[in-house]
Structures are given as structure tokens and as C-alpha cells.
């Protein structure tokens, strides 16, 4: 339960699971307790102390008392849909990130001979869930272009972990994954020598970065208080170090939510193409 103007809300879930390595944790914690400080300046008390660090990046549904959460753009139009209401898009300082937009890159054993996208044809791939934007949408759009309607990797395997797909392409149990070019820019961050091992072989199309938001049933209100704290804590002096932690340059307002939408747009093209899944 949050109070608001005097008003109790029964909004309470916090977690931020998109990116959350646990030797990220107390980054995530520190951007909560940012946005904590600027939440109470603007008036709501009882605020959850801490973030939920066991939610799944895909869980089954968003929770109708979720306050905040991070959510990956492809499920809110599909299983998520009419779940979550957008509140702002991350903008972070991450290679192939471009404003508030990110990526998916498809990464192989550093000492592999892939050259090309195309090289991966036969090969052994592995990918986090079918619901992902980054580990299935936009690489099945990529993968359309080449595929000619016929499946294109010789085994794939549906795991549920970015980060652990990028281990197993280093472990050679795999021959290449898909994954958010953000994740990657972290795991290059804490976990050098995995990232040293592996290599990106190529980027696929660009996609607006996974949004902050709150439940459908959040009011006005509260979702105008969100997004001021987010932005505050994107742009106040004093959280620098919070920013820093997180590789985030800006938190930006999502001024035509249709560009989520328009993520679909991925999934006709390859349906078009004669590939429907990325098998």
C-alpha cells in the first residue's frame, strides 16, 4: 500500500529484472532508494523499502499492484497486453544503444570462424524465451531475411537466461545466441572474462528500449509522480553515481507509445518472409 496525497493505493511491487546480474544488485538497489527519496518529495509514503529480486524478466503476468517495473517491449504487445501502462524509456550508454533505443546482438565463441549471419545456418543456437524481443523477435527478423522460408539452425533450445546463453556459447555447448546489447554491455562490465571469449557476429534491427512502467490500474496521479522521479533521478546532480552504476545517460519520456507497438511490425514482416518462428 502506497500513500498519495493522503490517499492510500494499493500499489506496493517493485523490481527492475531486465537487468539484474546479481553482482548488479546494489546498483539496483541504489536506483530504488533514488527513486524512493524523489517519490517522497513528491508527497507518497510507505514506499516498498526494497526491490523484488526474484522476479523473472518473463513472468506470467504483470501483477495489478505492481508500482514499477522494467518490461520488455515485445510481451507488452502480445501476453502483456493491456497490463502495463508506459511511463518513461531508459536511454543508456551502451554500444549499439542510440537514444532510447537498444538491440539485439547475436553472439559466437570468439574463436569460431562465423564471419556472417549467414554462417550460422546448421549451427547450434540457443535463445531466452519465445515472448523476447530482443532474444526472439528481432533475430527472427534478421534471421527471415536469409532463411528463404525454410528452417534455418540446425538445433535451437529455448533456455530462459540471457546471460547463461552467453556462457554456453563460451563453453562451446552452443554455437551462437541472441541477446540485448545492454545485457552484453553489462556482462562485459562484471564478468570480463566471458565477455572476452565470446564476440559480437552481428546487430540485429534497432528497437525502442525496454520502458519503465506501472500497472494498467494506476492512476493519474501516481503514474505523473513515477515519471517525475524517474527523470529527476536521470538528471539531478545529486544521483550521478546511480546513473553511473547503471550505464544510464537519460530517462526520457515515451512521447508516441506506437513505436512498442510497431514492434509487431517485426513479427509480419518475417511471417511474410515465410518465417513465422525462428527455428
Given at each position: ?86 511511463l ?46 530482443s ?18 539452425f ?6 530462459h ?19 540485448d ?49 524517474l ?49
Amino acid at each position: 500500500m502506497v500513500w498519495i496525497g493522503g490517499h492510500a493505493v494499493p500499489f506496493g511491487k517493485v523490481s527492475l529484472p531486465m537487468y539484474n546480474l546479481p553482482e548488479m544488485r546494489s546498483e539496483n538497489r541504489m536506483f530504488w532508494d533514488a527513486l524512493r527519496v524523489e517519490l517522497s518529495r513528491l508527497g507518497l509514503n510507505d514506499l516498498p523499502d526494497a526491490l523484488d529480486l526474484q522476479r523473472v524478466p518473463v513472468p506470467a503476468a504483470i501483477d495489478a499492484d505492481t508500482l514499477l517495473t522494467q518490461v520488455c517491449g515485445y510481451p507488452l504487445q502480445t501476453i502483456y497486453r493491456g497490463q502495463a501502462a508506459l511511463l518513461a524509456a531508459p536511454v543508456y550508454a551502451a554500444e549499439y544503444c542510440v537514444g532510447a533505443t537498444h538491440c539485439g546482438i547475436f553472439i559466437v565463441n570468439r574463436d569460431s570462424s562465423f564471419e556472417r549471419l549467414e554462417d550460422l545456418r546448421g549451427c547450434r543456437f540457443a535463445y531466452n524465451s519465445r515472448h523476447s524481443n530482443s532474444g526472439m523477435n528481432l533475430p527472427r527478423r534478421s534471421i527471415a531475411d536469409i532463411a528463404h522460408g525454410k528452417p534455418f539452425f540446425g538445433a535451437i533450445a529455448e533456455t530462459h537466461s540471457h546471460p547463461d546463453n552467453i556462457e554456453r556459447v563460451a563453453r562451446g555447448e552452443v554455437d551462437a545466441t541472441c541477446v540485448d546489447c545492454v545485457t552484453y554491455a553489462f556482462v562485459a562490465r562484471y564478468r570480463r572474462p566471458l565477455a572476452e571469449t565470446t564476440r559480437v557476429l552481428a546487430p540485429t534491427p534497432p528497437s525502442p528500449s525496454i520502458p519503465f512502467v506501472t500497472s494498467v490500474g494506476a492512476g493519474a496521479d501516481l503514474k505523473e509522480a513515477l515519471r517525475n522521479a524517474l527523470f529527476r533521478v536521470a538528471r539531478a546532480d545529486e544521483w550521478s553515481q546511480v546513473r553511473a552504476g547503471l550505464m544510464l545517460q537519460d530517462i526520457v519520456p515515451i512521447g508516441d507509445a506506437s513505436v512498442y507497438e510497431d514492434l509487431l511490425q517485426y513479427e509480419y514482416e518475417a511471417r511474410a518472409l515465410g518465417y513465422p518462428e525462428l527455428h
